[in-house]
């Protein structure tokens, strides 16, 4: 037989730590309170006030994309094409649609699944993060380890349909108008301002009175400093001028090339924002993998 007898249970038959189990052992039994839970109120809610912040974000892109595509379907008379990718990529308000609706969905995701503590939406939304991540490292990886390829792939696949498309799409035209003048560059690839030879109304043989030049934007002094009024014909007939005096009055270098420079002299700044970036990323994954691990646990014990 057992040297051991039972001998009753807890403490004023309350279970709780301290009673006496078999004879000469303590036997402590951890209950928790009614209310405990596991689920911690200061992650859930973490999680929730960042992602409803993300979901205004998402919600207010998406507005002006939709509002912007709308303005710019009933200008050209629902003819706005979208043949292919490049098609779509290259339409600004679309993109803003297209980025406004994953924002939008995604942090919705993770609002909703941390308020109401659902790990089907809390998986959801960390694996969506996990792939954004995986893809913004990778494009990292292949911009700093390999600038020179990402030039050349920019160059063939992009300049063409960019310059091809300036007067087509006002959204677009405003953004080259803007990065030119941000960056002091004209055109995209290493021909710089003869670029815009390949568009049809800066093209040398176009009845255009804009044949032979370049966007105001390629301008050096664009805009009248005592008037402040800017001088859209200060880049007519550039392109049958011999390249100093080109010079003299437009920026002739492209930009991609441009930019690779500026990205090169601000290469620290550059990834200690991704780093950044990446580690506040990793840090949501964290909290929601740890918020859904608590739920888990929550659940199993009201099943026990």
């Not at 939406?121 to 991540?133: G, N, V």
């Not at 002091?184 to 109304?201: H, I």
Request: proline share 2%.
């Amino acid at each position: 037989m057992s040297n051991y007898r039972y001998q009753g249970g807890g403490i004023g038959g309350v279970g709780v730590a301290g009673g006496r189990g078999y004879s000469g052992i303590e036997v402590h039994e951890v209950m928790h309170p009614h209310h405990f839970t596991y689920v911690s109120q200061c992650v859930k809610y973490m999680i929730f006030l960042l992602n409803f912040v993300f979901w205004l974000f998402g919600g207010l892109l998406l507005g002006i994309g939709v509002y912007a595509f709308k303005d710019k379907w009933e200008e050209a008379n629902g003819s706005v094409r979208l043949e292919n990718f490049y098609d779509v990529i290259l339409n600004i308000s679309l993109v803003m649609i297209l980025a406004g609706m994953v924002i939008f969905l995604v942090s919705f995701s993770g609002c909703l699944g941390a308020l109401r503590e659902n790990t089907f939406l809390l998986k959801f939304y960390s694996m969506c993060l996990l792939l954004f991540f995986l893809l913004e490292m990778a494009i990292a990886i292949i911009c700093f380890v390999c600038p020179q390829y990402m030039n050349t792939f920019l160059e063939k696949q992009f300049t063409d349909k960019i310059i091809h498309s300036y007067r087509d799409d006002p959204d677009l035209q405003n953004f080259i108008d803007f990065a030119q003048q941000e960056f002091k560059c004209c055109g995209l690839s290493n021909s710089g301002y003869q670029d815009w030879s390949k568009n049809e109304y800066f093209n040398c043989s176009s009845p255009s009175v804009e044949k032979c030049g370049v966007p105001y934007s390629c301008c050096i002094n664009a805009t009248d400093i005592s008037s402040g009024l800017v001088n859209i014909m200060c880049g007519y007939s550039v392109q049958e001028a011999p390249v100093p005096e080109a010079r003299k009055r437009i920026w002739t270098s492209g930009c991609i090339e441009i930019v690779r420079v500026w990205a090169e002299h601000n290469l620290y700044v550059i990834a200690g924002n991704a780093l950044g970036i990446a580690l506040i990323q990793l840090l949501v994954i964290y909290l929601a993998k740890t918020l859904e691990g608590q739920i888990e646990l929550q659940k199993s014990r009201w099943l026990a």
